[in-house]
């Protein structure tokens, strides 16, 4: 397998080091502990009770294609529908199946640290003690997330790639503001829906059993993460001033329109070999892209309805993106779907674990008969 950085250091720098960004707003300390919103407290108490433990929930042991180390299908790889892959013999597919794999779990990990740096943000900024609860227990879902996907892609996947120019704009934006609701926005609404979109591709579309039992388990904490950010939001957004509400529309609808265009793994293609403009626009056109714009866009667009930022301004940017026929979609529904999922993988993983204990005991058995 090729080395990350073998082929491109230049694109891979950035990968040591640190990044600072001043961030604004108050420190806010409560003296009233009574305060109790019902619907905060019980997801405090979900956040509380279903902790996991990445090392021992996850079978570590598997060992993964070092070639195809999600067991990616063709039909989700960027540039599989051209003339260019029915080129590419099967040594650089390989190749290609890695570093996407390494950058899209790159971007992941940059981003749940991005999670983890806004959630002890809003544990910091937020008002009352109930939130400040729920947050906390945000912080250690995010700090689980960091854990783990640094793990595989450390011994499943060894390729890495540095955060993406959007995704880090993005999180420079949102942590820089010195208002708690653009947190909120930014981080539970906008990125948790970016993490929901591509953590249910793994779960459903990959192979890899356990990638997908490990996204299956992180989208069901994101879940919780999302409905926080409506809780706040929904009731503060209904009393917004006309500018206010300007301000609030006109960066969701940017964020969406970066979330739309911008996430193509330009990086990805300048860093290998195949002629970066032509990889770059078949991804862009490509069914895997148009099957995450549809994931991202049916999580995000509801939430933006919920949480009363669409007014007719927003409707119409969205329109003009065309994503406003996502409106209708129902988000309990998904998320729902997305706990229920999570057991039924976590029921599928304990079988094949236990045969696969089952088969090693008979094999040793044979061996010593
Ligand atoms: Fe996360
Ligand atoms: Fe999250």
Redesign the pocket.
Known sequence: MREAGSDGPEALAGLAGSWAVPVGGEALFTWDYDQRSERLISLYAKGKQRQWDAETRLDWSHETDPGDPLGMPDELIWIADSELWDRLPEKERSVVRTHTAGWMYSQFLHGEQG?LVCAAQVVRMVPDMDAKFYAST?VM??ARHVEAYDRYLREKIGVRYPITDSLQGLLDTIVRDARWDFTYLGMQVLL?GL?LASFSIQRDLMTDPLAKAFNAYVLE??SR?VAFGQIALRQYYQDLTEAERREREEFAVEACHVLSERFAGEELWRNLDYGAEECIQLTRKSAALRVFRYRLFSRIVPALKSINLFGPRMQEGLDQLRLLRFSTMDQDEISAADEARAREIEQEELLRRSKQIESTIAAANGDAT
């Open positions: 999670a945000q879902d995010e948790e993490a904490d994101e993460h």
